[in-house]
């Protein structure tokens, strides 16, 4: 089992930036992919990013503009979101999943372990 904590959501304006992090425990970090999600009201969860030894992919409506990284000396992943959108808006997770290393998956049913959220907000 994987123990994750998101931070670093807010209030940000059309435009600006956010970084959100997640810290995890629990299993060595670096063994596992890690994933990105999030959900606004009425919709579902959907893929925004995911990282595994082999490399990162992202969804379609945030390539270029969000980036993901991990720091496994710290064991932290982070989500860098730049240029947001009001569209953007949503509570993000995150996800670890322990069954795969290399390359990531975007569907939240092979994830295992997940963060209570933190919510971002985009004002237009």
């Known amino acids: 089992q994987v123990q994750l904590v998101e931070s670093g959501g807010g209030l940000v304006p059309a435009g600006g930036s956010l970084r959100l992090s997640c810290a995890a425990s629990?299993?060595?970090?670096?063994?596992?992919?890690m994933g990105w999600f999030r959900q606004a009201p009425g919709k579902e969860r959907e893929f925004v990013a995911a990282i595994g030894r082999s490399g990162t992919s992202y969804a379609g409506s945030v390539k270029g503009r969000f980036t993901i990284s991990r720091d496994n000396a710290q064991n932290t992943v982070y989500l860098q979101m730049n240029s947001l959108k009001s569209e953007d808006t949503a509570v993000y997770y995150c996800?670890?999943?322990?069954?795969?290393?290399?390359?990531?998956?975007?569907?939240?049913?092979?994830?295992?372990?997940w963060g209570q959220g933190t919510q971002v907000t985009v004002s237009s």
């Open positions: 629990g299993r060595t970090f670096g063994t596992y992919a």
């Open positions: 996800a670890a999943d322990i069954s795969r290393t290399n390359y990531p998956s975007a569907s939240p049913n092979e994830y295992d372990n």
